[in-house]
Nanobody, 123 residues
Framework: QVQLVESGGGLVQAGGSLRLSCAAS????????MGWFRQAPGKEREFVAS????????WYVDSVKGRFTISRDNAKNTVYLQMNSLKPEDTAVYYC????????????????WGQGTQVTVSS
């Protein structure tokens, strides 16, 4: 299994940037497709972005395309989410997700979750 710990959340003004990190423990990090999901109060958890095991392919929900970039460094067992041009509607708790031998998407998350990190975007 893998344990995930997110960091990098905080308060930022609209139009600003933030970088989230997800540090993973486990011997087989490169066997996991990784993703980011988010959940705002009163809303269902939403798929945001994912990346293939080797980092060669990425996917994004339409609302963040062109603004967010997911990346990974397998040597550091870490996945990142660079968020630019932030909007108030991006405010949510962001969760890191790991899917063994598959890729998280809008219909199927992996079995492993981090505790989440709060992102608040003010207008």
């Amino acid at each position: 299994q893998v344990q995930l710990v997110e960091s990098g959340g905080g308060l930022v003004q609209a139009g600003g940037s933030l970088r989230l990190s997800c540090a993973a423990s486990g011997r087989t990090f490169s066997s996991y497709g990784m993703g980011w999901f988010r959940q705002a109060p009163g809303k269902e958890r939403e798929f945001v972005a994912s990346i293939s095991r080797g980092g060669g392919s990425t996917w994004y929900v339409d609302s963040v395309k062109g603004r967010f970039t997911i990346s990974r460094d397998n040597a550091k067992n870490t996945v990142y989410l660079q968020m630019n041009s932030l909007k108030p509607e991006d405010t949510a708790v962001y969760y890191c997700n790991a899917a063994h031998n598959t890729i998280p998407d809008s219909r199927a998350a992996g079995d492993y979750w981090g505790q989440g990190t709060q992102v608040t975007v003010s207008s």
